[in-house]
């Protein structure tokens, strides 16, 4: 290759601003390596001393290099004589990062849980800090069924189910729907008194009912009004009735029996919004519900949702039969979770990895549930379990992992895992299991 003053005059701003137009960085080199030239995204990305590494590169034109979360790609302009590298995100690695971080995330967000959670049972009578508390556990819910929604392949669901009280979930859909409701609608939302809780996810249950509510008010050409309802229905121990009513243009009776069917609209393409009804139905349905409409021209539609009642949860009277060993590593969580088990009355045991675990187990026979996560330190719990079922097949053992997928599940059969249950932890859903076990 020719030196730097061997090289042809070509201005170097003209090179920066052609590699500029590329979203990806690029920096070249000069033979000898005096003179770099990088387009803006390589200048955000890399600091000068990571210019130092990257120099030393091998630049094989047939070989791909990774770097840092990228793919380099070795380019060469052979009539300036200056070699470089494109820089091509590696998605797989930034995945593994992404996932890494959600499950850092998610720690932090199961401790505020649970936190919440306690502070719940010990403030029962104090209105103002229910309210208060309730409005914590509602974001930080949805906060880790967002996380659970995007780190999904699809991007469009989420699998994890909580206790819900409906007014939460009308407040955070209300909140919304005030900022888009006219003034010439009259929005009413009335909730009934003491009503029970919904099991199930908070983010899937919102965007259904925000969508209805939408489809209302433009089904509403002026003045009109949107009444919101839920209440107890005849079979007050399992069902919660919600209904949506407006005053809009109405449906045919044509297009009434279509409504729930993929794809179909009335609406003009450019202003539809939402998802579809039949998308509301599958939510509605995923929560073991059902949804039903009627409607009249000119006179509106009402849209009928029976929900099944969470079972309250009381607190454990048969506590004491019960001796929990709960293997953690993140201290935080195990105090949590073991603080959370002790005030329902259960003895617990606190283990941070799979070694310990086995060691509190051949000290402790009165130990009859181990509460155990899978991705731990020395020893993880998938192999602690398989030592434990060596021993033991009569132990309870409640696997916690990021994944409660049926052929996740069906890995690990062999094992005679009792239940399966998704992190962050769900207190309530925790303690039912328990129940059942017990």
């Not at 797989?92 to 306690?118: G, M, V, W, Y």
């Not at 209440?231 to 009513?245: A, G, L």
């Not at 509301?280 to 021209?297: L, P, W």
């Amino acid at each position: 290759m020719n030196s730097v003053d061997e090289q042809p005059k070509v201005p170097q701003n003209l090179i920066r601003k052609i590699i500029n137009s590329f979203p990806f960085p690029i920096i070249f080199f000069s033979d000898n390596s005096v003179t770099n030239i990088s387009n803006d995204s390589a200048d955000k990305l890399f600091r000068e001393d990571n210019l130092e590494e990257i120099k030393k590169i091998s630049l094989d034109k047939n070989e791909t290099t990774k770097f840092k979360g990228y793919k380099l790609l070795p380019i060469t302009l052979d009539e300036f004589d200056y070699t470089g590298l494109i820089f091509i995100e590696d998605i797989p690695s930034r995945e593994k990062e992404l996932k890494r971080s959600a499950h850092d995330l998610n720690n932090i967000l199961t401790s505020i849980n649970n936190s919440i959670d306690l502070l719940q049972r010990k403030t029962q009578e104090q209105e103002d800090l229910t309210i208060m508390l309730n409005t914590l556990k509602t974001n930080v819910v949805r906060a880790s069924e967002l996380i659970e929604i995007m780190l999904s392949k699809d991007h469009s669901h989420s699998t994890k189910f909580n206790r819900i009280k409906i007014e939460d979930l009308f407040t955070a859909v209300s909140d919304t729907v005030k900022q888009i409701i006219p003034d010439q609608i009259n929005y009413k939302v009335q909730i009934e008194n003491d009503l029970d809780y919904i099991y199930g996810n908070f983010t899937l249950l919102y965007r259904a009912l925000l969508n209805l509510i939408v489809n209302a008010k433009e089904s509403i050409a002026g003045i009109g009004s949107i009444e919101v309802e839920a209440k107890s229905s005849d079979n007050k121990s399992t069902r919660i009735h919600i209904v949506i009513r407006d005053t809009g243009i109405g449906i045919d009776k044509e297009n009434l029996s279509k409504i729930f069917e993929s794809d179909f609209s009335t609406k003009i393409k450019s202003t539809e919004s939402g998802f579809g009804l039949s998308t509301v139905k599958k939510i509605i349905e995923r929560h073991m519900g059902a949804i039903t409409v009627s409607s009249n021209i000119n006179e509106g539609t009402t849209f009928n949702i029976h929900l099944p009642a969470a079972v309250e949860n009381e607190r454990n009277s048969k506590g004491r039969e019960c001796k929990i060993l709960i293997a953690e590593d993140n201290q935080v969580i195990l105090e949590e979770l073991c603080e959370l088990f002790r005030f329902e009355n259960y003895d617990t045991v606190r283990a941070s990895n799979g070694i310990e675990v086995l060691d509190k187990l051949e000290k402790d026979e009165l130990i009859n549930l181990v509460i155990i996560d899978k991705k731990m330190p020395l020893m993880d719990g998938i192999e602690c379990i398989a030592k434990i079922r060596e021993k033991n097949n009569e132990i309870k053992i409640i696997l916690a992992s990021g994944s409660t997928s049926p052929d996740y599940q069906k890995d690990y059969e062999h094992l005679s895992i009792d239940r399966f249950v998704m992190k962050p932890y769900n207190i309530d859903e925790l303690l039912k299991i328990v129940q059942e076990l017990f």
